[in-house]
Antibody
Framework: QVQLVESGGGVVQPGGSLRLSCTTS????????MHWVRQAPGKGLEWVAFIRFDGRLKYYSDSVKGRFTISRDNSRDTMYLEMSRLRTDDSSVYFC?????????????????WGQGTLVSVSS | FMLTQPHSVSESPGKTVTISCSRS????????VHWYRQRPGSSPTIVIYEDNQRPSGVPDRISGSIDKSSNSASLTISRLKTEDEADYYC??????????FGGGTKLTVL
């Protein structure tokens, strides 16, 4: 059973920084592309960022480009999201999600497994 | 592009409901459409992938389709059960390498 566990959420002031982690188990992490998806309280889902299985290709949504950095450590089966210059509208539950198929060169088209999410609140 | 869903739908147990997902620009069949269910307090789970494929464990009373004439996709749930009550999101991909979700539809089974 694929396990994805997010951590690192919390309360941060506008303009501040935070690093989220997604620790995984029960699949070969280094073979799969991974994503961050967020959900503001009471709102819908918003894709945030993607990193290819080998870490060499990354995509970002326009709303976070230049402020957030996605990375991964395949030796630790862990993905990260470094968030800086945080704004109040970044307040959300952040989910990590996994590609369904291994070795997708441009990332796969849907999200096969999701973690339980970690809450980020940006407030003064 | 955007994916537009009705904000909410409701139907009685045992009936059939269809949730639409309209693509604002570009052909609906340019990229596959996928559907997720999110129950309150839980993370999303896939119920239909690649327009009409059901993952293992999803019952065959849940189905997906696309309609090129209306440039939209649909999720149909028949023989509704109270356990189907949830938020449903459609999702597709963009040529600019982004993944796009619809705004979500709240299904009430009353």
């Amino acid at each position: 059973q694929v396990q994805l566990v997010e951590s690192g959420g919390g309360v941060v002031q506008p303009g501040g920084s935070l690093r989220l982690s997604c620790t995984t188990s029960d699949f070969i992490f280094s073979n799969y592309g991974m994503h961050w998806v967020r959900q503001a309280p009471g709102k819908g889902l918003e894709w945030v960022a993607f990193i290819r299985f080998d870490g060499r290709l990354k995509y970002y949504s326009d709303s976070v480009k230049g402020r957030f950095t996605i990375s991964r450590d395949n030796s630790r089966d862990t993905m990260y999201l470094e968030m800086s210059r945080l704004r109040t509208d970044d307040s959300s539950v952040y989910f990590c999600a996994k590609d369904p198929n291994p070795h997708a060169a441009q990332g796969d088209n849907w999200f096969a497994s999701w973690g339980q999410g970690t809450l980020v609140s940006v407030s003064s | 592009f955007m994916l537009t869903q009705p904000h909410s739908v409701s139907e009685s147990p045992g009936k059939t409901v269809t949730i639409s997902c309209s693509r604002s620009s570009g052909p609906i069949d340019s990229y596959y459409v996928h559907w997720y269910r999110q129950r309150p307090g839980s993370s999303p789970t896939i119920v239909i992938y690649e327009d009409n494929q059901r993952p293992s464990g999803v019952p065959d009373r849940i189905s997906g389709s696309i309609d090129k004439s209306s440039n939209s996709a649909s999720l149909t749930i028949s023989r509704l059960k109270t356990e189907d009550e949830a938020d449903y999101y459609c999702q597709s991909r963009d040529a600019t390498n982004s993944w796009v979700f619809g705004g979500g539809t709240k299904l009430t089974v009353l």
